[in-house]
Every structure is written in structure tokens, then in C-alpha cells.
């Protein structure tokens, strides 16, 4: 765990493989069953550069709801298995924090996009894409492979850009 509450981290850009969902907020749960999913087909990537971290890519893209992609960060010798996708992630700097087990989800990022209005930084915005309703258009999160589903506990990086 970080010894203060947030960092402030330039990541290199990476190749991950998983597959995706998108729909409205009303269709949320079928999100659950594609991580599920996600996290069962592990196994067909041999090239996974961390098999115990998860990916969950959002894209708030639809004015309805967001696209998501559950994912693992590969190396490029790995193949796209059957019914997957690969997505290319640009170098980033990032907003990084962890979300506790026990506590609000709601509240934390609450908390990032307060920071991030206070700060010298503000979201990254693809200039190309429109993003809806979100102060946060895009969330990374890293989730370990042994949370609790019900309360979990993970890493989320906020991509960002000086104002």
C-alpha cells in the first residue's frame, strides 16, 4: 500500500487482451458477468505480463452508460484467443490511488475528481471521442484476483494532463 494517498505516475503505454462490455447503467449487472467470464478464460493467455491483477478499462462513451474492457496486460508475442479483443494503451500520466475494502465506491471517486478539480492537472480527453456525463470519462482500475466480489479493494488510475 501507499504510504500517502495518491501518486502521481507516468506509465508507459501497453497491450492488453480481454473482452468487453457495453450498455446502459440499466444493464450494469451483465458488466459482473463479463469480469467473471474474464477472470475464468485467464488461462488462454500465456503471455500475461501479471495474471494476478485484472484490468477494468471504462470509457464513458454512450450518454446511457459506458464501455468497459476486462482485461490482462500481455506481451505482444501473445495471440488474441477466440472472442477476445486486444486494446493499445498510450503512454499516461495517471492520477493513482487505491480503493479500500469497506469502504464507498462512490465516495472515493467522489474524492479523486475533487482533487483533480482542485489540482494543477484535469482529466484526460481524447480530442476524437465524445464522453458523456462524467468528470471522470476514463477509469482504469487494477483489481486483484483474490478480492471480494461484494466489498472489493483496488487500484484506480485516472488519466490526466496539465491544465
Known sequence: MK???YEIVKRSSYRAIGLKW????????????????????????????NPTLQL?????????????YSMFEVTNEQEIPVGMMELYIPEFTYFVTNHQKGEDIGETYYKISRWIMDSEYMTYRETQVRYFEDIL?????????????????FEIWIPITQK
Do not use: C
Open 3 to 5: 504510504t500517502k494517498p
Open 56 to 68: 477494468g478499462l471504462s470509457y464513458h462513451t454512450r450518454p446511457d452508460g459506458f464501455a468497459h
Open 22 to 49: 457495453e450498455g446502459p447503467w440499466s444493464e450494469i449487472g451483465q458488466l459482473k458477468q463479463t469480469i467473471q467470464k474474464m477472470s475464468e478464460r485467464t488461462d488462454e493467455l500465456q503471455h500475461v505480463i
Open 137 to 153: 470519462p476514463i477509469k482504469h482500475e487494477k483489481y486483484p484476483l483474490d478480492r471480494d466480489l461484494q466489498d472489493p479493494h
